[in-house]
């Protein structure tokens, strides 16, 4: 009998055992525990997820642009520098009733340069005469243009590497040299006179 063994029934309020009596301003339930049951509280808002395309350059030097959201707002968002096709930025408090917007972001190819990691490829086309004469070119790069000096006798296996133009603060610029071989019946007219 738990009303005898604390001092009879009219001394002993069994709630009190676990904390439930008394104060009634501990919360809906009264309980101590640290415990939430308010039922009231709001629910968190929807995520809502867009497709942006941004540019190839976009992706490996990053920057800012704007996304359109529902209701046709317009948002400005940063593209980290190096950000990969399917990436998924998350945008605090753009969903439906406070959710999120989670921007899966889609990178268009490149007609000039392709991604190796960190590193951006360009393959530059060579007459036979500046390969092996060696020449001076404004090439692109996803920052601008450059120009760049190449050695003489170059030949298509060469590489040259422009230190961080790749991705921003990470990659290089690869140039992979390509040089066009004439045809039979044009090639002495390619080469250099002094050969």
């Excluded at 738990?2 to 301003?25: E, I, K, P, T, V």
């Excluded at 995520?47 to 209701?71: H, N």
């Excluded at 948002?75 to 959710?99: C, E, F, M, Y």
């Excluded at 990691?117 to 692109?140: D, S």
């Amino acid at each position: 009998d738990l009303a005898s063994m604390f001092g009879g029934a009219g001394g002993f309020n069994f709630s009190d055992l676990f904390g439930f009596g008394g104060n009634q301003n501990r919360g809906t339930s009264g309980f101590s525990g640290g415990f939430d049951f308010n039922t009231n509280r709001q629910s968190r808002g929807q995520d809502v997820s867009y497709q942006l395309d941004i540019p190839f350059d976009l992706a490996i030097t990053g920057g800012e642009t704007t996304v359109e959201i529902s209701g046709g707002k317009r948002l400005k968002i940063k593209i980290p520098a190096g950000v990969s096709d399917g990436a998924t930025l998350r945008l605090k408090g753009q969903g439906q009733n406070g959710g999120d917007a989670l921007i899966k972001i889609g990178v268009k190819k490149s007609t000039l340069f392709t991604r190796e990691e960190n590193n951006v490829i360009l393959t530059l086309p060579l007459t036979l005469k500046e390969a092996i004469l060696g020449t001076k070119l404004t090439i692109p790069t996803p920052s601008g243009n450059v120009a760049i000096k190449i050695p003489p006798a170059s030949g298509s296996a060469k590489t040259l590497r422009l230190k961080g133009k790749g991705v921003t603060g990470k990659g290089d610029l690869l140039v992979k040299l390509s040089v066009a071989l004439p045809e039979k019946s044009t090639i002495l007219s390619e080469l250099p006179a002094k050969l």
